[in-house]
Structures are given as C-alpha cells and as structure tokens.
C-alpha cells in the first residue's frame, strides 16, 4: 500500500535506531522461542513521529514488528516511547493451544497420503485463526474503539491473513490515537542481513495483505497517494465527500483528511471534486491553494477523464428504455437533459426544456450472477460508465430513467430499491489527470469490492 504519511523525518529516526542496535545500546528481545524458519531473517523496524495536540510537543514512538520481539534501550532519549505488541504472546498461544495438537496431528495424516483429511484442517486452523482475531481492537483516528472482527465484517467476512495487527503500522497508529498524538512522519525499515529482497536500513511501504486490509479502518482513509500537493483516496460507500449543514454530517472525506494532515492542509475545503455519499471509488483532494485551482481549472477544461463501474438491476440487453442498447449493441452514449427537483430534493428529473445537458459513454461488461445480502440471488450487468459532464446523480439517472436505460444501479435509494444491507453499485473505478505541480500524467485504478 501507499505510505499513508511522510516517511523522511521518521526514516532519520529509525536509522538512529539502527545505528544504536549496531553499538549495543538498543538490542532487540526475543520474547517467544524462535522458530526455525524465521532464523536470521531479520525484522522491521517502525517509528512514528507525533505531535501533542495541545502544545505541539514532539514524541517519537517505535515498534517492532511480529510478537515474538520487544525493542529495549539502555537509556531512552526524551519523549520516546517503545509500544508493546497490541495482544501479548501468551494470550495467542492460549488462543491457538485448543487446536494445535490436533492440527498437527492431521498435517502429519496429510503429509502420508490421506489428502481427504485437508478440509478438516482447514477448518481447525481458520477456528483457530479467529480465535486469535478475537483478541485485537484498535484506536481509530477519532479516538473510538474498533476490532478486528468489525474489520473483518468491512470485508465481507474475508479473513486476513495469519499476523494481521502485528506489523509496525497498526501498533504505532493505534498507540498515538489511544493516547491523543498527532502523527507527522511515519516509516519502516528492514533490520538484519541483506537478502535479495530487502536490504538493512531501507524503507518499506506498510504490507497490502495485512496492512492494507486494517489501516484503511484506523486512519479512515484509504489513501492510494499522497504528496505536498494533493491526497487520492478511495472513497468508502456511506461516506459523505464534504461536510453536510446539520452536526450530524460533519464526518466526511474533507474532515478526516484535515484531522489527519493538519500540519501540511492549508485549505478549509480541499476537495476538488465529489462524489455522492453512496458511491465509493477514487477522489481527489488537494493541499494547496494552487493545486486546488490547477484541478479546478482541468475539472471545468474536461481534462479530467473518469471510468465508473456500476451493476445495474436486471440484463441491459432486456432493458426497455429510450437508450437502452439495441440490436446487440455493447457500447453507446446517452444524452439526456435534467434538473433538480425543488418539491423532491435531492431528486433529479429530466427536462427537456429546462434541464442541463447530461452526456455518459457506456460500454456492457456483461451479465453477472448479484447475490443480495439475504442470499437471495438475480440476473445483473457490469456496466462501465464514462461521464462526460458531470452532472448530479448523471448516471444514476440515466441509468434509471425511461429515457435512458431504465435501469437502475442495485442498491439506488433514490432512483431504484435497495435491501437492508445494501449499497449503491456505483464505483469511481479510474481517473486520468495532469498533477497540478510536477505536470506528469497521473493515472489511477481502484478496482470496486462487488
């Protein structure tokens, strides 16, 4: 995954630290018996560099990665703290004691032909595995409380791997929120013998199997890039962009991203474009005054090319709207002219008097199978929408107009039905654009979770 903070001031640190290992006046514990697979192999190192909220005081915080080893200094420097794995060894060899012996038992059955024994390890060891997932709850970045079974559920039930809130990350994060720290500088290094894959003193971005699976949900961000100018993150469905009226809708991408980088955001709004609270997918914020109007400016000029992908209610081919594809085809264009309506907010309607003109390029992925989330299965189609304007609700609507496809996106609350448990199929999946400073190309992909 994407480093989620500035690396430099953190990677000074964490060579400190790595100079003070090499003289002896740090060693790092072996805390568990060392296994025989993971001799020599080294380990990494993490610092994060936060700051008090009240009186900017600087504290440096360090962890190791795994359970199995605790840094220890022979005296600490000022304003340092060690952070201790989240869950203590014993209580996961406690957790994975029930099962072992017989896990082991049955790998060894396995390991002498008995193959049919394979899907009864795999449930003992998944059981064990989520034994051990019942012992981890992290601090978010506002403070709450989150475990990794809620996590978990995030994903659909799709288990991590074995290890998940050990790494540097999740300790580190997690310690600075649960103890009212801002964090500035975050990095991870490698520390031990050179291998052809990792070299002693450099940086690593936070894994993707672990920590890209459970940092999106501490940070409350997914973030896919970040520099002194701009911020793309993937933007979760149920999200509002930017802050709504009312004090209930403050919690929106703009104000997590301001809680998060509030020593390098210099702006009170910096998104530069939206995306409707349900829709997930890429979006754009930026740092700066003159990033924000450089994206504005490619926004207003249809510089900026978006891909949207989106499961619609039923097989397009089948469809009976004015746009629907005729005669087989699997790409087209709708144009359709809509406005808000006033009675109805925040519907829109079409108008072909007064409405706006609304122009999306489609192109038919192909039917699928949509399971719902009370098991209940139907006929839909992958659809990949390219706007041309950006209009509110545009492709909600023309997909679900009669004038357009008259078909709409599972899960819309507004222009179809959606169940208890559902979300709108809509995801900003690809976006092209010109970066405000470097004038390099930018191209993302986020690939959507249905």
């Known amino acids: 995954m994407f480093p989620p903070l500035p690396c430099e001031q953190a ?31 080294g380990v990494m190192l993490g610092t994060l560099v936060c700051k008090k909220a009240e009186s900017k005081e600087e504290v440096i915080l360090h962890a190791v990665s795994g359970i199995s080893m605790q840094l220890e200094m022979a005296e600490m420097p000022p304003a340092s703290v060690i952070v201790p794995p989240l869950v203590p060894d014993s209580q996961i060899e406690d957790a994975l004691s029930a099962n072992d012996r017989e ?60 290890g998940t809130g050990d790494c540097c990350a999740p300790k580190l994060l997690s310690y600075a929120f649960a ?23 450099q940086s690593y971005p936070p894994c993707d199997e672990r920590c890209g699976y459970i940092l999106p949900s501490i940070l409350g961000l997914e973030i896919l890039y970040r520099d002194e100018s701009i911020l793309v993150v993937n933007k979760q469905s149920g999200l509002l962009s930017v802050p709504g009226r009312t004090p209930d809708k403050q919690d929106c991408i703009e104000s997590r991203m301001k809680a998060l980088f509030p020593f390098t955001n210099q702006l009170n709004q910096p998104a530069v474009h939206r995306l409707d609270m349900e829709t997930s997918g890429i979006m754009i914020l930026a740092f700066t005054k003159e990033a924000h109007r450089e994206l504005n400016r490619q926004f207003e000029a249809k510089e900026v090319h978006k891909k949207y992908v989106a499961l619609l209610d039923g097989v397009l081919q089948k469809a009976d709207g004015e746009a629907a594809p005729k005669c087989g085809e699997k790409s087209g264009r709708i144009e359709l002219k809509f406005r808000l309506d006033p009675d109805n907010r925040p519907h829109q ?34 659809v990949l929408f390219m706007p041309q304007t950006g209009r509110t609700h545009q ?38 654009f010109t970066h405000p400073t470097t004038h390099e190309e930018m191209h993302f992909i986020c690939q959507p979770e249905f």
């Open 11 to 41: 990677h000074e640190k964490n060579l400190e630290l790595i100079s003070l290992l090499q003289k002896g006046e740090a060693k790092l514990l072996q805390l568990t018996k060392e296994s025989e697979e993971r001799k020599g192999h």
């Open 103 to 162: 896990i082991h038992e049955l790998t060894d059955k396995i390991n002498s032909g008995e193959r049919f024994l394979i899907p009864q390890r795999t449930a003992l060891t998944t059981q064990s595995l989520q034994k051990v997932f019942d012992l981890y709850t992290f601090t978010r970045f506002d403070g709450k409380k989150i475990t990794l079974n809620e996590i978990i559920a995030q994903h659909g039930g799709r288990l991590p791997p074995t």
């Open 179 to 201: 103890h009212h720290l801002i964090p500035a500088s975050m990095d991870e290094v490698f520390y031990g013998k050179d291998s052809h894959n990792k070299k002693c003193g």
């Open 349 to 382: 309607i079409y108008d072909e008097e007064f409405g706006k003109i609304g122009i999306t390029d489609w192109e038919n992925l192909g039917q699928v199978t949509y399971r719902a989330p009370d098991g209940s299965t139907r006929k839909a189609t992958r």
């Open 395 to 432: 492709l909600r609507l023309h997909s679900s107009d009669i004038h357009g496809f008259h078909l709409p996106i599972i899960g819309d609350t507004l222009y179809g039905s959606c169940q208890s448990g559902e979300r709108l199929m809509l995801h900003a999946q690809e976006i092209t």
